[in-house]
T-cell receptor, first 112, second 114 residues
């Protein structure tokens, strides 16, 4: 059972479209991270959000942490084929050695 | 820069065999983690180690054991492999002394249990 639920699981869109990926939980996290994974490689960090309500932007990607620190979203504006990949959210708590759990991921495919 | 190195990259076992996955990091990180990744399941935490000499269970520890040999190395052992343990295993280490630190991952070890 994944304590972090991501939706949608799969998304196939045309180049130039906008999209939003969601990460939800019933637990409160000290921080939440978004990673991107390419085939055959390990995940790579995109962003870390810590404060409830926090919004961070990374070029065409906008990340938001929910006010209650239980959920997060990733919005991509004008998606490009290079955005194709598996997007994973990861939640951590500041207890017990910084245990970090991941959601099941959203697989994004952007068609040219 | 080596970062996080996992060995072996590929392994095929028969049911009941044992093996150890090795992981080493050269970034002087305190925390290290072992995850498994199955199709459609994302990454699931097996065990983690906050610092040298400590280990804790994650979400799916059954059938696995770990050893934090020193600050650099964190190994994962399968004592009696089962087909359900067929997966891609990732080792990671965390930069910094807080949960906000970035996780650095190895390239993964693909294990097949027949």
């Amino acid at each position: 059972t994944q304590l972090l639920e991501q939706s949608p699981q799969f998304l196939s869109i045309q180049e130039g479209e906008n999209l939003t990926v969601y990460c939800n939980s019933s637990s409160v996290f000290s921080s939440l991270q978004w990673y991107r994974q390419e085939p055959g490689e390990g995940p790579v960090l995109l962003v870390t959000v810590v404060t409830g309500g926090e919004v961070k932007k990374l070029k065409r990607l906008t990340f938001q942490f929910g006010d209650a620190r239980k959920d997060s979203s990733l919005h991509i504006t004008a998606a490009q084929p290079g955005d194709t990949g598996l997007y994973l959210c990861a939640g951590s708590k500041n207890t017990g050695g910084f245990k970090t759990i991941f959601g099941a991921g959203t697989r994004l495919f952007v068609k040219a | 820069n080596a970062g996080v190195t996992q060995t072996p990259k590929f392994q095929v076992l028969k049911t009941g065999q044992s093996m150890t996955l090795q992981c080493a990091q050269d970034m002087n990180h305190n925390s290290m983690y072992w995850y498994r990744q199955d199709p459609g399941m994302g990454l699931r935490l097996i065990y983690y180690s906050a610092s040298e000499g400590t280990t804790d269970k994650g979400e799916v520890p059954n059938g696995y054991n770990v050893s934090r040999l020193n600050k650099r190395e964190f190994s994962l052992r399968l004592e009696s492999a089962a087909p359900s343990q067929t997966s891609v295993y990732f080792c990671a280490s965390r930069r910094g002394g807080a949960s906000t630190g970035e996780l650095f991952f190895g390239e993964g070890s693909r294990l097949t249990v027949l």
